[in-house]
């Protein structure tokens, strides 16, 4: 069986999703302050290996933890559910617009939104 990786189109489709993503995400006033000191081309580089690696593709994720790669934003920017469900809407919009089935986002959601997820991203 194939992973979500592979039905999502692959390398080339998490590329494409991360990219058109981040572009929302930069133009979201709920969210881009978040990413004003960011350097995106690394952020990029880092949410497609990340994705890559969530999604069942080749695991070549080598980032920090959630909880120590969010603590920071949570501590210092008051980072909540708020600002974690206008990143969840983005994920999925972008994925809606690029016209990946709805049985696939929702997987998609499944992961990204699950309560572990978000109780790690938002050191709970």
């Given at each position: ?31 881009n ?10 952020q ?19 980032g ?61």
């Amino acid at each position: 069986m194939s992973s979500l990786y592979e039905k999502l189109g692959g390398k080339e489709a998490v590329d494409i999703a991360v990219d058109k993503f981040y572009d929302k995400v930069l133009k979201d006033d709920r969210v881009n302050y978040f990413f004003a000191n960011t350097d995106m081309k690394k952020q990029k580089a880092h949410q497609k290996a990340f994705m890559t690696y969530a999604f069942g593709g080749p695991d070549t994720f080598s980032g920090r933890d959630m909880r120590e790669s969010h603590k920071h934003l949570v501590d210092n920017m008051g980072l909540t559910d708020v600002h974690f469900d206008a990143i969840s809407e983005n994920l999925i919009n972008t994925l809606k617009e690029l016209g990946i089935e709805q049985n696939l986002i929702d997987e998609v959601g499944a992961i990204v939104g699950a309560v572990s997820h978000r109780n790690d991203v938002l050191n709970r």
